[in-house]
C-alpha cells in the first residue's frame, strides 16, 4: 500500500476508533453502572450546553490542528498501534504548532471531546469512565509512544521531553 493511501488508512481507522467505538464503549459502561446509581455532573442545562459545546470546538480543534500539522511537518501519520504501523511514521520530530503545548495534542483533544461527551450524557459515571480511558492511554499508550520517538528521534525527542 502507497504512502498516501496508508495515511488516508491511518486517518480513518483512528477516526472511527475516536468517534465511533471510544464513545459507544463509555455509553455502555455508564448506562450499565447507572442503572446501580446516576448521579448527574451539572444540572442546569443552559451552563452544562455552553461547557460542552465549549470543549467539543477546543478538542475539535486540537484534533485536527495537530493531525495537520504532523502531517505537514512530521510527513507522516498519528497511527501506530502497538508496533504495528497502520499510517507511515512521522519522518521529522514536531515541536510547533500545538505540540509546543503539549506532547500529545491529539489525546489533549480526545480528551476535551470525551470530556464533552459525558457532561452530554451528564452522569458522574461517564466521567469517571473518561477519566480512567485517559489514565490509561497517559500510562500505557504514551509510555509506548516514547519509547518509539527516543528511538526514532534519540536526542532531539529527549530534548523536546
Known amino acids: ?27 455502555i459502561i455508564t448506562s450499565l453502572l447507572d442503572k446501580i446509581y446516576r448521579l448527574e455532573i451539572i444540572q442546569n442545562s443552559v451552563i452544562r450546553w455552553i461547557i460542552i459545546i465549549f470543549l467539543m470546538i477546543m ?7 495537530s493531525i495537520v500539522t504532523q502531517n505537514i511537518i512530521g510527513k507522516g501519520g498519528p497511527l501506530e498501534i502497538g508496533t504495528v504501523e497502520i499510517s507511515p511514521k512521522t519522518e521529522n520530530l514536531v515541536v510547533s504548532g500545538p505540540y509546543k503545548n503539549t506532547r500529545n495534542p491529539m489525546l489533549f483533544g480526545t480528551f476535551l471531546m470525551y470530556l464533552a461527551f459525558a457532561l452530554f450524557i451528564n452522569s458522574i459515571t461517564s466521567l469517571i469512565v473518561v477519566i480512567a480511558i485517559f489514565v490509561f492511554m ?19 525527542y529527549d530534548e523536546y521531553r
Open 59 to 65: 478538542g475539535i480543534i486540537y484534533g485536527i490542528w
Open 1 to 27: 500500500m502507497n504512502k498516501d493511501k496508508r495515511m488516508l488508512f491511518g486517518y480513518i481507522t483512528g477516526g472511527l476508533l475516536v468517534v465511533g467505538s471510544m464513545p459507544s464503549i463509555i455509553y
Open 138 to 156: 497517559l500510562t500505557v499508550v504514551v509510555k509506548m509512544e516514547e519509547k518509539r520517538l527516543l528511538k526514532d528521534f534519540g536526542d532531539q
